[in-house]
């Protein structure tokens, strides 16, 4: 298991941007895949982004895609969620996960997520 803590929400008009960073500590971060979750109030939390363990597979929601963008930095043992264009709609606790090749996000480590409020 790895341990995770996220910074970089807060406030922002639409059309800003943010810069989310998830720092994590434990076993080997490099071997994990990385990904950022949000729940907004009233709704389940949802998917946003992954990234595989050597940065060359993405998967983003259709919902973000285009507008945000994950990235990693094994070294740091850090993964960045770097989002343009912010909408209302992207108001929500973001969160950082990771998870092994075998396993799910569900079993897998979580932090405690960050708020990005997003005021029109």
């Known amino acids: 298991q790895v341990q995770l803590v996220e910074s970089g929400g807060g406030l922002v008009q639409a059309g800003g941007s943010l810069r989310l960073s998830c720092a994590a500590s434990?076993?080997?971060?490099?071997?994990?895949?990385m990904g950022w979750f949000r729940q907004a109030p009233g709704k389940e939390r949802e998917f946003v982004a992954d990234v595989s363990w050597g940065g060359t597979r993405i998967n983003y929601a259709e919902s973000v895609k285009d507008r945000f963008t994950i990235s990693r930095d094994n070294a740091k043992k850090t993964v960045y969620l770097q989002m343009n264009s912010l909408k209302p709609e992207d108001t929500a606790v973001y969160y950082c996960a990771a998870r092994t090749s075998i396993s799910d996000y569900g079993r897998g480590s979580w932090g405690q997520g960050t708020q990005v409020t997003v005021s029109s």
């Open positions: 434990g076993r080997t971060f490099s071997t994990y895949i």
